[in-house]
């Protein structure tokens, strides 16, 4: 069975403290892995799709990586605005698996 | 404005009660997915559409029910049989024969059930 499994569960950083965040998985027939973040009480907003070992994807100060295994997203010089939960997922043939996710907290 | 709507955005029922989440769409997108999220773990599918008039059931689809008479929406009823209802859903779509599979959220419904 597929699953995802994300990494810490919660991390805290002072404002400038570079970071990465986990997210292993197993799956038959990956069709593409997924970042989302989340604020507390709304909708995961998406950030990113990587599709094969090797991509890496950036948007601002979030950098999204990925391995035949796992995927990272390094968050570079974090300011507390980046404050929010990150979500993974994976899409094989067939469904969407989600991680529980990486509270990330920046401290100013 | 392009984008999904969940209403309400808050919910409060007696247990026993049937209760209907709303969710609607004018992005233009065929597949159409409901999802629970409670504490700690990942988000669980409860039931999905590709179709008009055709849905199948996702991990969690007992004491759900819905039904998807238009592209546009795509409701969940929580029935009394669901014995734990208290969560936060989130409704999410996404195009469909692009290749491409990233599903986008709306905003979310909290239901409480006492």
């Known amino acids: 069975e597929d699953q995802v499994t994300q990494s810490p569960e919660a991390l805290r950083l002072q404002e400038g403290e570079s970071s990465s965040l986990n997210c292993s998985y197993t799956?038959?027939?990956?069709?593409?892995l997924f970042w989302y973040r989340q604020d507390p009480g709304k909708g995961p907003e998406f950030l990113f799709t990587?599709?094969?070992a090797g991509e890496e994807k950036e948007k601002e100060r979030l950098k999204a990586t990925l391995t035949k295994k796992e995927s990272f997203l390094h968050i570079t010089a974090p300011k507390p605005e980046d404050s929010a939960t990150y979500l993974c997922?994976?899409?094989?043939?067939?469904?969407?698996?989600f991680g529980a996710g990486t509270r990330l907290t920046v401290k100013p | 404005d392009g984008g999904i709507t969940q209403s309400p955005k808050y919910l409060f029922r007696k247990e026993g009660q049937n209760v209907t989440l709303s969710c609607e769409q004018n992005?233009?997108?065929?597949?159409m997915y409901w999802y629970r999220q409670d504490p700690g773990q990942g988000l669980r599918l409860i039931y999905y559409?590709?179709?008009?008039?055709?849905?199948q059931k996702g991990d969690i689809a007992e004491g759900y029910s819905v039904s998807r008479e238009k592209k546009e929406s795509f409701p969940l009823t929580v029935t009394s049989a669901q014995k734990n209802p208290t969560a936060f859903y989130l409704c999410?779509?996404?195009?469909?024969?692009?290749?491409?599979?990233?599903?986008?959220f709306g905003p979310g419904t909290r239901l409480t059930v006492t």
């Open positions: 999410a779509s996404r195009i469909s024969g692009t290749g491409t599979f990233e599903q986008y």
């Open positions: 799956v038959s027939g990956l069709r593409g």
């Open positions: 990587l599709y094969s």
């Open positions: 997922a994976v899409q094989d043939n067939n469904d969407m698996r």
């Open positions: 992005l233009n997108h065929d597949a």
């Open positions: 559409s590709q179709i008009v008039n055709d849905f």
